[in-house]
């Protein structure tokens, strides 16, 4: 779980950024102010509060240097909602530009969801003793229920009210301690009708069409569904609706929409393809047609969305792009003056790749190790294993196409597939198994010297 952000400082932002990504220190700097800033605005007196906007940030560097995993592990730390789109999809044909307030909604849905799992886990406790009583109800009904079942009432005695509810705390105790997880009960599980809603008459946006559609499914009855499941599956199902029960979902969207407006966070990846390359007419003017739509959001406006009004003054802006072919001068100036802080992501050097593949929490070496470690195979990488796969997927980021980081990706891939493959009926459980610079070289030898990987770039 993230600290929380008044606890830290930017220079513990960037140590939390340092444990996932490797260099980008002036990157990691800029981002890092950037979330404290929040802090700081939240906290300045109530009258300047309002005028302080975010410094939105422009990253410009090739891919697989790290500008989405920034922005991302960002939100992580700062517990934030957080939506990343591509700025081309907004160029596509019959798209063109119409629907660029949909990244409010969708940061606005995430919101929702963040504040829900928060409000689910405080209920948790609460939840669950509703659905023990729930399980329990169905496997040993209580005396007050026979009737239901069959028992006539007045016909039960004390006695048998006494041995009910010994066999129920019996039962209890097993449940607890998962001894009837496998036993199959049978629930009834809530169905919305999901019947496709049609609209007649002329055009309608989205967030109305949204509306209705809520409407309408609320007014649709709700169809109960018995399904017969292991008690383990149940239990997670029936708490899911015990929790939904506890929750004032009006608490949660006033919450949610606070929260998107006051920490959200907006990745626009790829910008440099909304970029004018220079001519004014085909592609490049339905490009500055994006730029135009996407300005008054990035300027802060009010959107409508589902869930209620959303104010975008003091949500922060991350946007990245390579900028081979364009350059940020070719953004229309509006939009330029929108993101003060440009930071140039520098290209990664070989040693950054030996960093990348030992250091990181998340380090695609770590990743195979616990992929391996399920199957009962132990897996090792030596130092020198690690520098020659770092020297082949530098060379072959600069004689192929520079992909970045996801060349490693490549590497490990074509390094380890055999050993995935014979795991576990040729590599049995309980295999030790060393990466040595040996090995690295004889299954990777040829990748660069054929020049030949088409079938691996991503």
């Known amino acids: ?159 048998d009210e006494e041995l009910n509810e010994k066999t129920r705390e019996s039962f209890r105790g097993k449940l607890k301690r998962g001894e009837l997880d496998e036993r199959k009960i049978e629930i009834n599980v809530q169905n919305a009708s999901s019947s496709p809603i049609g609209v007649m008459g002329g055009p309608i946006d989205d967030v109305s069409m ?12 709700k169809k109960n569904k018995k399904r017969k499941l292991p008690i383990s599956e149940a239990r997670k199902i029936l708490l899911e609706e015990e929790s939904a029960k506890l929750i004032d979902m009006d608490e949660v969207k006033e919450e949610a929409i606070w929260k998107a407006e006051n920490l959200g966070m907006i990745f626009i990846d790829e910008i440099d393809k909304i970029a004018a390359g220079g001519g ?17 959001i990035v300027e802060g406006s009010t959107v409508n969305t589902k869930h209620g009004s959303i104010n975008t003054d003091h949500i922060l802006f991350i946007a990245a792009g390579a900028f081979h072919v364009s350059k940020p001068s070719d953004l229309i100036p509006e939009l330029q003056g929108r993101f003060p802080i440009r930071v140039e992501l520098e290209s990664l050097t070989e040693e950054n790749f030996y960093q990348i593949l030992k250091k990181p929490k998340n380090a695609l070496t770590k990743q195979y190790v616990a992929m391996l470690k399920a199957e009962g195979v132990d897996l090792e990488f030596n130092d020198e294993a690690l520098k020659e796969l770092a020297k082949i997927a530098f060379e072959a980021n600069g004689e192929v196409e520079n992909i970045g980081a996801r060349r490693l990706q490549t590497v490990m891939s074509h390094l380890l597939n055999e050993i995935l493959f014979d795991v576990p009926d040729k590599i049995l459980p309980g295999s030790k198994l060393l990466i040595d610079k040996e090995k690295v070289t004889e299954r990777l030898s040829g990748l660069v010297k054929n020049k030949d990987l088409s079938q691996y770039i991503l």
Do not use: C
């Open 1 to 159: 779980m993230s600290k929380k952000i008044e606890n830290l400082t930017p220079r513990q932002i960037v140590e939390e950024l340092d444990k996932y990504i490797i260099g980008q220190s002036d990157a990691k700097k800029n981002v890092a102010i950037a979330l404290r800033n929040r802090w700081r605005r939240m906290n300045a007196d109530e009258d300047i509060r309002g005028e302080i906007v975010p410094n939105n940030i422009l990253m410009i560097g090739s891919t697989g240097v790290g500008k989405t995993e920034i922005a991302r592990r960002l939100a992580k730390i700062a517990d934030a909602p957080f939506t990343k789109v591509e700025a081309s999809k907004f160029t596509e044909v019959g798209y063109v530009g119409r629907d660029v307030e949909s990244m409010v909604r969708d940061l606005v849905e995430h919101s929702v969801n963040l504040v829900k799992t928060a409000k689910k886990e405080e209920v948790k406790i609460k939840a669950a003793v509703t659905v023990e009583e729930l399980i329990l109800d169905i496997l040993i009904p209580p005396m007050s229920k026979k009737s239901q079942v069959g028992i006539p009432e007045g016909v039960a005695t004390s006695k």
């Open 210 to 221: 949204m509306n209705i559609q809520e409407m309408i499914g609320g007014m649709m009855p």
């Open 280 to 296: 004014k007419s085909g592609p490049d003017v339905s490009r500055e047609g994006v730029q135009r739509d996407m300005l008054p």
